[in-house]
């Protein structure tokens, strides 16, 4: 469904554009998604909403050796990416697993500022994007997802978390049609 409208107390959440999954290889390049979040981080911002830049720092306790993974990842792993031009006012939220409400204070950040949307981008669409969209879901928040700033490493899982997750959960358009919301 087309996003038709952004309530006064939304928040820009930015899944995963740090330097480690940004290097790895996805369907639309990682270079295009960090531009598409940093536009968005950027008039997020400039109308005085929640910028939160969730990071994933490791596995899951107990879950080192689940597909390959490492326990904890090297530093620059986790380092988000400078372009987001990351300020003193964004929230930073490192996560464990692959959705960035479960073992985290997003949602306690999220209600302290009295947010009742969030606007969904980063990578990978069908993991930290889906999980967080499913999560905020639950948890009652609207959600709207910017298709043009998610990418993913499957083209398969891509197209069905677009296609199939989530026009069931949230509204979806483009990055510059978000930011038009919100003039």
Known sequence: MTATTLDPRTALVLVDLQKGITALPTVHPAEEIVER?????????????????????????????????????????????????RT????????????????TDLDL??????????????????????????AAHEHGYHVTIATDAVTDLDAQAHRNSLEKIFPRLAETDTTDAVIALLG
């Open 88 to 103: 003193d006012d964004d929230i930073v939220v490192t996560k464990r697993q692959w959705g960035a409400f479960y073992g």
């Open 37 to 85: 979040g940093a536009r968005l981080a950027e008039a997020f911002r400039k109308h005085g909403l929640p910028v939160i830049l969730v990071r994933v720092a490791a596995t899951p306790p107990g879950r080192a050796d689940v597909a390959g993974h490492a326990a904890e990842f090297p530093a620059e792993f986790t380092e988000l990416r400078p372009e987001l031009g």
């Open 109 to 134: 950040q999220l209600r302290r500022r009295g947010v009742t949307q969030i606007v969904l981008a980063g990578i990978s669409t069908s993991i930290g994007v889906e999980s967080t969209a499913r």
